[in-house]
């Protein structure tokens, strides 16, 4: 049974700063991994996606990186703003017919002026 | 282009009541998915309908149904509606591509408060 795992739970830096958001799930046979955004009381802004058969994918300030064989996808941001301060989750497509997401319990990014 | 939208954005009902969301997907998507949030069980799978058929289905029970018409929108229906309802009610569009590009789009949810 698919599960992914978002560390750490809850993060907190001062502006400007890099930060990277790690996210693990524990079959390796996926289709694709999408990063979303959820601000308070919202619904959830698509990121990124990376193909199965990819590396990495880049928007602005945004990377993110999948390391399909061991797991693990991380969401690296650039010179963070207080404007990134919100919830960061990831999802998996598992590898089987559904079109379903698996997600992880998501980062809570609080960026401080 | 227009994203997904979903109505009601808020709802209050008590147990017992049923409930009907709708959930509008962006022009030319024609999967749409529902997710149920809640802060104990996060973010969880409910069901997809592609072309007016349910093709998958996660592990709720038979009072949550929905149905999706020619146009691609969707309902999703609960019936005898319990306390652990509440929560926030998202749907999700995709063109169902495949292979493994085939993102998909949220709406901003329909939060619904069971009394």
């Known amino acids: 049974k698919q599960e992914v795992t978002q560390i750490p739970a809850a993060l907190s830096v001062p502006e400007g700063e890099n930060l990277v958001l790690n996210c693990s799930f524990t079959d390796s046979a996926i289709y694709n991994l999408q990063w979303f955004r959820q601000d308070p009381g919202k619904g959830l802004t698509s990121l990124l996606l990376?193909?199965?058969?990819?590396r990495e994918q880049t928007s602005g300030r945004l990377n993110a990186s999948l390391d399909k064989s061991s797991g693990r996808s991380t969401l690296y941001i650039a010179a963070s703003q207080p404007g990134d301060s919100a919830t960061y989750l990831c999802?998996?497509?598992?590898?089987?017919?559904?079109?379903?997401?698996?997600f992880g319990s998501g980062t809570r990014l609080l960026v401080r002026p | 282009k227009a994203g997904v939208t979903q109505t009601p954005r808020y709802l209050i009902k008590t147990r017992g009541q049923q409930v009907t969301l709708s959930c509008s997907p962006i022009s030319g998507h024609r999967s749409v998915s529902w997710y149920q949030q809640t802060p104990g069980q996060g973010l969880q799978f409910l069901f997809e309908?592609?072309?007016?058929?349910?093709?998958n289905k996660g592990n709720f029970p038979g009072r949550f149904s929905g149905r999706q018409f020619s146009n691609s929108r969707s309902e999703m229906n609960v019936s005898t509606l319990e306390l652990g309802d509440s929560a926030l009610y998202l749907c999700?569009?995709?063109?169902?591509?495949?292979?493994?590009?085939?993102?998909?789009?949220f709406g901003p949810g329909t939060r619904l408060t069971v009394l």
């Open positions: 309908y592609f072309s007016e058929t349910q093709r």
């Open positions: 990376i193909q199965s058969s990819q």
């Open positions: 999700a569009s995709s063109f169902r591509l495949a292979g493994s590009y085939n993102e998909q789009f």
């Open positions: 999802a998996v497509r598992p590898g089987d017919s559904s079109y379903k997401l698996i």
